[in-house]
């Protein structure tokens, strides 16, 4: 609005409160708002480029610069709507929603306290109660953190599986300490059952070793008599021969150079028969010798061969008359072990076929030894009626026999399955009825003799 240096009423459109600003008086020259400036455009109907505008002087007059030159516009009096007064207005609701927004947070922030301090915290104690009951610490109680809520039902409930806990626990030690007891007294039973154990085994052994001596010297003590007699005859030649031998001896002194010839020849032909007596009287000792071994002997490199023809030549008597021997013996050099039990095995073996053979023509029995790699096998056959299909499972049961009274002690074939095992070989029976019984021994070159095998039969039935 534009008007000349007099007083100008108020719009009626305008209320009082709207006045920011009029020209003159007291204000001095306050810059006026932008769009103030633009009225005053619209109002002069020109183009006018107007940098700050101010009203000037006391008077309030404003001059502006156009085109340039300067123009006083007069006083003037500038009426504008009171948008501080509107300001106040948009910020009241703004400041009335920030209060809400603040009361709105404070509620908030109060319910966030009230819930950490209901729940949050209760929970965490319970979790952490729950993580010292799962390290087994069960003496302290849960402590309530609630009353009748859903915090304290689960407190009840923690509380009643804690007590349980502590109850299973003492009732586990109690268990525990009477397994303990439990323990320590079978211990105690087992250490005494144990020894006791070892001390009959310790007999049993004893009493092993003693049957196998007893067995062999049984075994001597039936071959005695043929010995006996096997000794006896060449012995015999012996006694015979020395007497004829000194007289031709004392002949051949006074004697002259052709009755020196013919005396000398009877000499030579003496002394051969003495020779014969003689190794043939030691070879019977020396084979007695060997198989009466103890077994206290030291494990020996031997010639399993000749250990086969020492258990002959003591069975020479036993295989006089109508049983034929055929040897097969291969290039199986020497074997290391007990050359007394390995005779003892030989020796029961071949007086079973010869008795399986009694009585019986055209008996025959057959050894043959051959190298198999590491090992050696030795096969002793006969063509004796064979081992009936009841009895073969129980012949290397001790104290088993389908021999009269008197004639056997059952120990033989237990003892030889014992003493093959314990040189860390096997024994197979391959039979037949009418047909006869072969026995094969497998035993390795070298091994290391154990005291006591575990029986292991393997038998083969040809039936």
Known sequence: ?????????????????????????????????????????????????????????????????????????GAVAVFYPNYRGRGDALVRPLKELLVFFVVLFGACGGIVVITVAQFVMPIRRLEQRAD??????????????????????????????????????????????????AVQKRTHDLARKNKELAETLDKLTRTQKQLVRSEKMASIGQLVAGIAHEINNPVNAIVNTVGPLDEAITELESADAAQRTEAARDIRDMVKV?????????????????????????????????????????????????????????????????????????????????????????????????????????????????????????????????????????????IVHELVERHGGRIDVDTQIGAGTTFTVTMPRRTEVVAAPTPQRRMTDRR
């Open 132 to 181: 010292a009951m799962a390290r087994g610490e069960l003496v302290d109680p849960v402590i309530s953190g609630g009353d009748g809520d859903e915090i304290g039902r689960l407190t009840f409930a923690l509380e009643e599986m804690r007590r349980a806990l502590r109850e299973k626990l003492r009732s586990t030690e109690e268990v525990n300490l009477d397994l303990e007891r």
């Open 1 to 73: 609005y534009y008007v000349d240096d007099r007083d100008v009423p108020l719009p009626a459109t305008v209320e009082e409160d709207d006045v920011v600003s009029v020209g003159g008086g007291p204000m001095g020259a306050p810059e006026l708002p932008w769009y103030v400036l633009g009225e005053i455009r619209r109002g002069q109907g020109m183009r006018i480029e107007l940098g700050p505008a101010y009203l000037a002087g006391e008077s309030g007059r404003l001059v502006v610069s156009w085109r340039g030159k300067r123009h006083d516009l």
């Open 274 to 414: 003495v020779q014969r007596g003689a190794q043939r009287t030691k070879a019977i000792v020396g084979a007695l010798h060997n198989y009466s071994r103890t077994d206290d002997e030291k494990v020996v490199d031997f010639d399993l061969n000749r250990s086969l023809d020492d258990s002959l030549e003591l069975l020479r008597h036993v295989l006089k008359g109508n049983v034929t021997v055929e040897k097969k013996y291969g290039e199986v050099g020497k074997i290391r072990g007990h050359a007394g039990q390995v005779n003892q095995v030989f020796m029961n073996l071949l007086t079973n076929a010869a008795q399986a053979l009694s009585g019986r023509d055209g008996a025959v029995i057959t050894i043959e030894t051959r190298a198999q790699g590491d090992h050696i096998e030795v096969r002793i056959g006969d063509n004796g009626p064979g081992i009936p299909p009841d009895v073969l499972p129980r012949i290397f049961d001790p104290f088993f026999t389908t021999k009269d009274v008197g004639e056997g002690t059952g120990l033989g074939l237990a």
